[in-house]
């Protein structure tokens, strides 16, 4: 079992900026660890993924040159650095890690609003 915490969520004006940080209860070598989000009333969607040395990255099309993932495998954590966010960004934030098995964290939220 993979117990991730997700945090650094809040409140945040258009054209703002934040960091999440997703702290797991073990190791998380080896695993692709991801962020996905869920707007109100939609569903979860993959918002970026990372594998377990960096190499291969992905992001969805609508945050491509905003967000940035990143991961500390020696720290246990991965990041989502959020730049330039729209309303449209707004919605809980989920931390996931996946190897053999899946783990979710409970989620951040993050709100977009003047």
């Known amino acids: 079992q993979v117990q991730l915490v997700e945090s650094g969520g809040g409140l945040v004006q258009p054209g703002g900026s934040l960091r999440l940080s997703c702290v797991a209860s073990?190791?998380?070598?080896?695993?692709?660890m991801s962020w996905y989000r869920q707007a109100p009333g939609k569903e979860r969607e993959l918002v970026a993924g990372?594998?377990?040395?960096?190499?291969?990255?992905r992001y969805a099309d609508s945050v491509k040159g905003r967000f940035t993932i990143s991961r500390e495998n020696v720290k246990n954590t991965v990041y989502l650095s959020m730049n330039s966010l729209k309303p449209e960004d707004t919605g809980v934030y989920y931390c996931?890690?996946?190897?053999?098995?899946?783990?979710w964290g409970q989620g951040t939220r993050v709100t977009v609003s003047s």
């Open positions: 996931n890690a996946r190897l053999s098995d899946t783990y």
């Open positions: 073990k190791s998380i070598t080896g695993y692709v």
């Open positions: 990372i594998s377990n040395a960096g190499g291969t990255i």
